[in-house]
């Protein structure tokens, strides 16, 4: 029994800012896009040629190739087309079809949007527009032109073929993740840092995770709860590797030797020594925090100056300026936000000061840690991981 196939046209994102390098990145793309859709099972095809990607496959696994698309970076946009014969007539007759199902829709008003990238074609973009808006018009009486506010938008693209379609949806814009380098990423079980996870693999990085588990005085649930948002994270981010470290010792060093309102800065410390170590074995090139400026005590410019002194490799912060308002909002966005407010204590909450130090001194930092004397447990910690992919 033969499929009925149909055909989804994309629009890369930033690609076209590109210069030498473009097609690297359009190479990493379509890679990024053949690898997500391999786990459909179906005969399903990727081409790019012109600026755009087609994706061909049966119309029922839309639903499927859809999820895709609306968590695949690198897109502007996307829609399902309708291919029909490159000719005058058979594309006028494509738009005064898609006119009807918008109409039937719930679209009153419309407009016309004509590309022609293949100058050989007989009709002018413009004329393409105004001819399609006639055949719109004609074959549906009730719907109107409105080029500056319509409902919804019919679409021509004459290229290697002619495409016609309406209803595009919104990409996720940014870079194709891998084309950025490694980044090893500092997840709690918190709202930010997944949302951090997300805005760098927006641009281009390959998002390694590492989280600090403190068994048993946190909860095997709260473990769950990081992995849960691992994967919720990993469908953006091509996937995650996800490497939980056992800080029990190291936790409880610090709440034995140090000042109490110390022990938050110190145990962020300890994870920013033990992340660069591990990032340098995994061959990640900077740590990612959901840091955000003044958020939390230990999120003073004072305290992050403590807390990264002690290392050397760069620290991205991609919330540094933005509000928990609007981390709240895009971690609903991107579907975490629900797992993360479930009430499992991570390590950094799970022994906080009532009075902790608020604009701490980095000497003063750096003798109270070097008392600890960690680099033996920090170790032990590097070695007894767990990876989750």
């Not at 009153?108 to 590309?115: L, V």
């Not at 870079?175 to 996870?197: N, Y």
């Not at 061959?283 to 400026?293: D, H, M, V």
Request: glycine fraction near 6%; aromatic fraction near 8%; charge should be positive.
């Amino acid at each position: 029994m033969n499929q009925n196939m149909v055909t989804w046209l994309l629009k890369p994102s930033e690609l076209t800012l590109k210069g030498d390098n473009r097609k690297s990145f359009e190479g990493v793309l379509k890679s990024n896009i053949q690898r997500l859709l391999s786990k459909i099972e179906a005969k399903v095809s990727v081409k790019f040629t012109a600026g755009r990607y087609y994706i061909s496959a049966p119309e029922e696994k839309s639903n499927e190739i859809e999820d895709i698309l609306s968590h695949l970076i690198g897109i502007s946009g996307w829609a399902k087309t309708v291919t029909c014969e490159k000719t005058p007539q058979a594309v006028i007759n494509a738009a005064a079809e898609e006119g009807r199902k918008i109409y039937a829709n719930g679209a009153r008003t419309f407009k016309i949007d004509a590309r022609r990238t293949d100058k050989s074609f007989p009709l002018s973009s413009y004329e393409l527009c105004c001819e399609g808006g006639n055949a719109v018009t004609n074959a549906v009486t009730d719907i109107k032109v409105d080029i500056h506010n319509p409902q919804d938008t019919i679409r021509i693209e004459i290229r290697e073929k002619a495409f016609v379609y309406s209803g595009g949806k919104k990409g996720l814009y940014g870079l194709p993740v891998g084309t950025a380098g490694r980044g090893l990423l500092l997840l709690s079980g918190g709202i930010d840092s997944p949302v951090a996870a997300f805005f760098m693999a927006t641009r281009g990085i390959i998002i390694d995770a590492i989280h600090f588990h403190a068994y048993p005085y946190t909860s095997i649930e709260a473990k769950e709860k990081v992995i849960t948002l691992a994967k919720l994270t990993g469908k953006y981010c091509m996937g995650i590797h996800l490497y939980i470290l056992n800080f029990t010792k190291v936790q409880m060093r610090i709440k034995e030797r140090s000042p109490a309102e110390w022990t938050t800065v110190l145990l962020r410390m300890a994870m920013m020594e033990a992340a660069e170590k591990a990032a340098k074995k995994i061959k990640c090139k900077c740590l990612i925090t959901g840091e955000s400026l003044s958020q939390v005590a230990s999120q003073t410019m004072e305290n992050i100056a403590c807390t990264q002194s002690r290392i050397k490799l760069p620290v991205f912060r991609p919330l540094i300026g933005i509000s928990k308002e609007e981390i709240i909002t895009k971690a609903k966005q991107i579907g975490t936000f629900e797992t993360s407010i479930l009430p499992f204590q991570d390590c950094c909450t799970l022994f906080t000061p009532k009075h902790p130090v608020l604009r701490g001194k980095v000497n003063e930092a750096n003798e109270l840690y070097e008392k600890l004397e960690l680099d033996e447990l920090i170790e032990e910690s590097l070695q007894d991981y767990e990876l989750v992919k």
